[in-house]
């Protein structure tokens, strides 16, 4: 049974877990998500479920599910494009797939990068924020904007925008620590409040 409610459609379903074991369970279905699907720490705990950080997994009593492995980071600007064609409702906000251009990509790979919205993107009165981004299958999530009281259609293979390298951390060289902060203030002396107006 599903029913609809205000913050998205909520029922029972059948969710497997690593292929194996499959767990009667309430969900919430969302629109506009990031990710497929966010397991709470109620229901992972419950069920006798394992996250094994060091080897990248969810683990069950009767099998695992690999996690994504870790991303690479793009060395050179790629495009991105809209995978499908889609209807942004009125004033509202919405995650978009974008399909990143380019041959020589691994589907299997996470690559990461920053992504660049196309400049004239706002000529069809919508609005992309640049965002760091992980690829999934060569596909980016990405949120797009529709302030207008229209809905506008965003064609497939549209330019979204650009995933460029993301930006270096820089390291700090020669800091051991922090000993103490000082917390204290200091009040102006009176002569020079004078002077300042």
């Known amino acids: 049974a599903v029913v609809s409610t205000q913050s998205g459609h909520?029922?029972?379903?059948?969710?497997r877990i690593a292929d194996t074991e499959a767990y009667q369970t309430c969900i919430v279905v969302k629109d506009n998500m990031e990710c497929d699907i966010l397991l709470g720490m109620d229901f992972i705990r419950t069920r006798g479920l394992c996250v094994n950080g060091k080897d990248n997994m969810l683990e069950?009593?009767?099998?695992?599910?690999?996690?994504?492995?870790?991303?690479?980071?793009?060395?050179?600007?790629?495009?991105?494009?809209?995978?499908?064609?889609?209807?942004i409702p009125a004033n509202s906000m919405t995650f978009v797939k974008g399909k990143l251009q380019n041959q020589n990509l691994d589907k299997k790979t996470v690559y990461?990068?920053?992504?660049?919205?196309?400049?004239?993107?706002?000529?069809?009165?919508?609005?992309?924020?640049?965002?760091?981004?992980?690829?999934?299958?060569?596909?980016i999530p990405i949120r797009v904007l529709n302030?207008?009281?229209?809905?506008?259609?965003l064609h497939?293979?549209?330019?979204?925008?650009?995933?460029?390298?993301?930006?270096q951390t820089k390291?700090?060289?020669?800091?051991k620590g922090?000993?103490?902060?000082?917390?204290?203030?200091?009040?102006?002396?009176?002569e020079t409040e004078h002077r300042a107006k």
């Open 147 to 153: 302030p207008s009281d229209e809905p506008v259609v």
């Open 60 to 87: 069950s009593s009767k099998g695992f599910a690999k996690f994504l492995p870790a991303p690479t980071r793009v060395i050179r600007r790629i495009k991105v494009r809209s995978s499908s064609t889609v209807i």
């Open 112 to 139: 990461s990068g920053l992504l660049e919205p196309y400049a004239n993107l706002s000529g069809n009165g919508l609005f992309a924020a640049e965002s760091l981004s992980h690829s999934e299958e060569n596909e």
């Open 178 to 190: 922090v000993q103490s902060i000082d917390t204290s203030t200091t009040d102006i002396p009176h």
């Open 10 to 15: 909520y029922g029972r379903v059948l969710l």
């Open 156 to 167: 497939r293979r549209k330019l979204l925008g650009f995933l460029n390298p993301p930006p």
């Open 171 to 175: 390291k700090l060289a020669n800091v």
